[in-house]
């Protein structure tokens, strides 16, 4: 699972020489396998956390797909958008060093917060505007109490919900719209909740740009074995991934999702352990900057502390902000954004707009042309990430409501579970692929940037196409094989070797020397805005449930088919479009590689 930005971090050159080039690991400095291991740990308590946590929300707090949808996106979102500001902090006053423990601290005790989640929250339903009780036996099938009465409850295609008797004969009819389900939840776990995400997105953003940076500081100037070290310090993230999502889910599943979490919160503060035990293996790497007056460590982490509030407020916005009404247009849409919302995407446009003219007034020709092909890989960048991260959220819930888990007949995974495939077929073809553009590199028919791009996006969309072509063969539960999403994760991971790696070290090729952290902070910014719009992608996808359970099965996966199969046409025809622009963009790339 190669992240968006795992090449996107700006390494700042280093005078020095590492002390470690005569006790070396694999070639490279000894304190790279410290750094390794402490990223792996990360990855390793993030990617447990995200395994579970649509699941988490729609199973144990019982919300609608439409509102876990929506929190997904926008935890994500902050997740990539904190950075941006950890990372100054590091830069200016912090140094890397104490800005990825206190992250470490911080992520480590957000999963831990996320391990209260008090009681599952009990189900009703409004029957016509009056409230009912809803139970759920134990094959999951749901039931209204009407009085002595238990009637199942039954989706019907066209909206109306069907209320049946013991017998199997029609109860009561109840027309589009009213039928309403939703859940008595525990309003101090609910906010106990937010408050862990705003602590993960917080402590993300000191630890995630910063512990790249210690990397870069291991190397001298212009020592060749920079490249090689960041390719096996982002191994780290795959391998971390990997494990997390087979261990976290199960134990979710086995004990409970305190024990999910809980493995994620050990793994986080392993990683802290091995910097702030790291004793003087790391003395010289990721200090403070020198020269301050006085240490303004306190300051900030009181800061970051007092920041956590904030998190919180901008979910509950997220959360309770409503629709746009029908017929209101893009403006009418844009305008009922949540506070989160409007602040993305009008903040993007901005850049998207003011950078290519600001390049256009102040550098020449060939400067500009140069920022144009940054800005306009970075739009389709966004739209490549935004399609991807279906895998947390409705790829996550297709998998648990619509996906028969059963592997040879042998064991059944969980639907956090299926997640692995993603990291799993990465470890496997990153190599390989790396070979492969080493061979046509050497045979100078290597594709250029814009076509990898056009690829990977026409590749995330066969992927879906792939799933969609699966949903033929469901059998009569409306369930189609795991297989058919190992095929998608398979197409979806061949697609993001075609374009993660190249990262924002493009970016900083293309861009002019005086806007290279402008346009680093605007490559963040790209990712933030496709987490959200992912979200919002993923509520198209929304299905109705009583109690966390589908209503419709049939119904679902039609559902789930239906917009997949739009996403992945139009994924596939926006790779068709960026491969037709791909001479010119890479003709303003001037020789960039």
């Not at 809980?262 to 802290?272: D, F, K, V």
């Not at 306190?298 to 509030?309: H, S």
């Not at 949903?471 to 190992?486: H, I, M």
């Not at 861009?511 to 902070?521: D, N, P, Q, T, Y």
Request: with cysteine.
């Amino acid at each position: 699972m190669v992240n968006p930005d795992a090449d996107a971090t700006f390494e700042p050159s280093t005078s020095h020489v590492s002390r470690s080039d005569d006790d070396s690991w694999f070639g490279h400095p000894r304190q790279l396998a410290r750094l390794f291991s402490t990223e792996a740990m990360e990855r390793f308590g993030y990617y447990g956390m995200r395994a579970l946590l649509t699941l988490y929300l729609t199973q144990h707090f019982l919300f609608s797909d439409q509102t876990t949808n929506g929190l997904y996106g926008g935890f994500t979102a902050m997740v990539y958008l904190t950075p941006l500001i950890g990372g100054i902090l590091a830069d200016r006053y912090l140094g890397s060093k104490k800005s990825v423990k206190f992250g470490a601290i911080m992520m480590s005790l957000g999963y831990a917060v996320l391990c209260f989640g008090g009681p599952t929250a009990k189900p009703y339903a409004m029957v016509n505007g009056v409230r009912h009780e809803v139970v759920i036996d134990s094959a999951k099938q749901q039931y209204v109490v009407d009085g002595a009465q238990r009637l199942a409850i039954k989706g019907q295609d066209d909206g109306t919900v069907d209320l049946l008797a013991a017998d199997g004969r029609i109860a009561r009819s109840i027309a589009k719209g009213g039928f309403k389900a939703d859940a008595d939840r525990d309003p101090f776990y609910t906010t106990l909740m937010l408050v862990a995400l705003a602590m993960i997105t917080v402590g993300n953003g000191f630890f995630k740009p910063n512990i790249s940076t210690i990397v870069g500081s291991l190397y001298a100037t212009g020592d060749r074995r920079r490249d090689a070290g960041f390719t096996i310090f982002y191994m780290g993230i795959n391998l971390g991934s990997l494990f997390s999502q087979i261990l976290c889910p199960f134990l979710a599943v086995a004990f409970g999702w305190w024990a999910g979490f809980g493995l994620a919160a050990i793994g986080m503060l392993i990683s802290w352990g091995l910097i702030q035990f790291a004793g003087d293996k790391l003395d010289g790497y990721g200090d403070p900057p020198p020269g301050q007056a006085s240490d303004r460590s306190l300051l900030i982490y009181i800061g970051a502390i007092v920041a956590i509030p904030v998190g919180w407020f901008l979910f509950v916005n997220l959360m309770s902000s409503a629709p746009a009404a029908a017929g209101s247009g893009i403006a009418g849409y844009l305008l009922a954004l949540p506070i989160m919302g409007k602040m993305l995407f009008f903040t993007f446009l901005l850049s998207v707009i003011v950078i290519p003219v600001w390049a256009w007034k102040a550098g020449n020709k060939v400067e500009f042309q140069m920022m144009v092909a940054a800005i306009v890989l970075i739009l389709f960048n966004v739209v490549f990430w935004t399609l991807f991260e279906q895998a947390g959220s409705s790829l996550t819930l297709f998998a648990d409501r619509n996906t028969d888990l059963s592997v040879f007949g042998l064991f059944t995974m969980t639907a956090g579970q299926t997640q692995f495939f993603n990291a799993f077929f990465i470890v496997v073809l990153a190599p390989l692929t790396s070979m492969m553009w080493n061979a046509l590199g050497r045979r100078g028919i290597e594709p250029s940037i814009p076509i990898k791009f056009a690829v990977a996006l026409a590749g995330v969309g066969l992927g879906f196409l792939a799933l969609v072509w699966g949903t033929a063969y469901a059998g009569p539960d409306f369930k189609v094989s795991v297989w058919w999403l190992a095929l998608l994760y398979l197409i979806h991971s061949m697609a993001e070797l075609c374009i993660s790696p190249v990262g924002l070290s493009m970016i900083t090729k293309l861009s002019i020397a005086r806007v290279v952290g402008l346009m680093m902070g605007l490559w963040f910014l790209s990712i933030s805005c496709a987490q959200y719009v992912a979200g919002v992608v993923a509520q198209v996808a929304s299905v109705e449930t009583v109690g966390g359970q589908v209503t419709n099965l049939r119904l679902s996966l039609e559902t789930y088919a239906g917009v997949f199969e739009t996403i992945g046409f139009v994924s596939v025809g926006i790779g068709a479009v960026l491969f037709v622009l791909s001479p010119l963009i890479k003709k303003w790339m001037h020789g960039v590689q």
